[in-house]
């Protein structure tokens, strides 16, 4: 399946998993855009990602010059708008428990 068709993802949901999906897109070239209701917790998100690629950093996983390039693809924001210049969306959700 070829990939080179999409330029930019969407990633709904900054949580647990929506922040660490974003982070591998963003990672693998995709500009990203993150989108949650709250700035608080896309602020949250921006941090995890920032500490987690610097942890990959230290483990010799990724190259510490290449944080600030990664950092600089995920677009956080608090407007689904945003969502019309997405190739492709992505919407992590936890399973409830009963």
Do not use: Y
């Not at 963003?26 to 998100?45: P, R, S």
């Not at 956080?76 to 210049?85: D, F, M, N, V, Y």
């Amino acid at each position: 399946m070829r990939l080179d068709w999409i330029r930019r993802i969407l990633v709904v949901g900054a949580g647990t998993m929506g922040h660490s999906i974003a982070m591998v897109f963003a990672q693998n070239g995709f500009e990203t855009d993150l989108v949650d209701l709250k700035e608080e917790i896309l602020e949250q998100a921006f941090h995890l990602i920032q500490s987690n690629l610097e942890t990959l950093s230290r483990v010799r996983i990724i190259c510490s010059k290449d944080i600030p390039k990664i950092l600089n693809r995920i677009h956080p924001s608090t407007s689904l708008s945003i969502a019309k210049r997405a190739d492709l969306s992505s919407r992590p959700f936890q399973k409830k428990q009963k």
